[in-house]
């Protein structure tokens, strides 16, 4: 992704959570220049990956399969004196755009329809090798009741539904197209995009940025190169 492209949907994630009233923490209205200040101790952050995430996956389609997200809070899998011992996103997508298939090995999430349109979404058992059970019916609790579900059965999350999502099962998530953009809140254990992703599509998690513009906000992934401490 561009700068620029970066940029813009940084600038379109924060006049939507604007819209429906959800406020970030300080960090994530930090210029540049705020962050570079040394008046903050940003260590936790750095270390557990808060703040902004945007992504098109590698494919260069972002407004086809990519998001927007924000970490607010999130803990380590190797060091418990760091952060929390669980974790809470925002996913912002724009009407029709979706997230690759994937399962997590150790993340259990609740998957929360915060506000907007209609969050859609099927889910796949997972195969002894790893790969998509297109057969087998699937166990899932939405919002503390337990269904059996179609595998592929595209289930439909109104504003205030969630869903739980546990390890190996394969889920494929979208803001259903015409109803509108779409925050999506997740509360998890320990997020680590690092090495819990498991994804049925050749994607990559994080997008390589071209720099064609300044900065408007750092990417959790890009700290260390950005800010340099």
């Not at 998001?67 to 418990?80: E, I, K, P, Q």
């Not at 994937?102 to 609740?110: I, L, N």
């Not at 099962?169 to 999506?184: I, M, S």
């Not at 320990?190 to 819990?196: A, E, L, R, S, V």
Request: charged share 25%; aromatic share 10%.
């Amino acid at each position: 992704m561009k700068r620029s492209e970066v940029n813009q949907a940084l600038t379109w994630a924060k006049a939507l959570l604007e819209i429906h009233q959800i406020k970030l923490p300080p960090f994530g209205y930090w210029t540049l220049e705020e962050w570079l200040s040394g008046k903050y101790d940003i260590a936790t952050i750095k270390k557990v990956m808060l703040g902004w995430d945007i992504t098109d996956y590698g494919k260069d389609k972002f407004d086809e399969l990519g998001a927007v997200l924000f970490t607010l809070r999130n803990g380590s899998l190797t060091d418990a004196s760091v952060g929390t011992p669980y974790a809470e996103k925002l996913i912002l997508l724009k009407d029709g755009q979706r997230l690759p298939i994937h399962y997590h090995a150790s993340k259990t999430e609740d998957i929360i329809n915060r506000a907007g349109g209609i969050l859609a979404i099927r889910l796949y058992s997972s195969k002894e090798d790893g790969s998509v059970d297109k057969v087998s019916d699937v166990n899932v609790d939405m919002d503390g009741i337990n269904y059996t579900v179609a595998a592929g059965e595209e289930l439909h999350l109104l504003p205030g539904h969630s869903i739980t999502l546990r390890p190996f099962v394969y889920h494929l998530f979208w803001a259903k197209q015409g109803a509108g953009d779409l925050v999506c809140g997740e509360v998890s254990s320990i997020n680590d995009d690092m090495t819990d992703n498991y994804n049925a599509e050749d994607v990559s998690r994080f997008s390589t940025v071209v720099e064609d513009e300044a900065i408007l906000h750092p990417l959790c992934n890009e700290y260390k190169n950005v800010l340099g401490r």
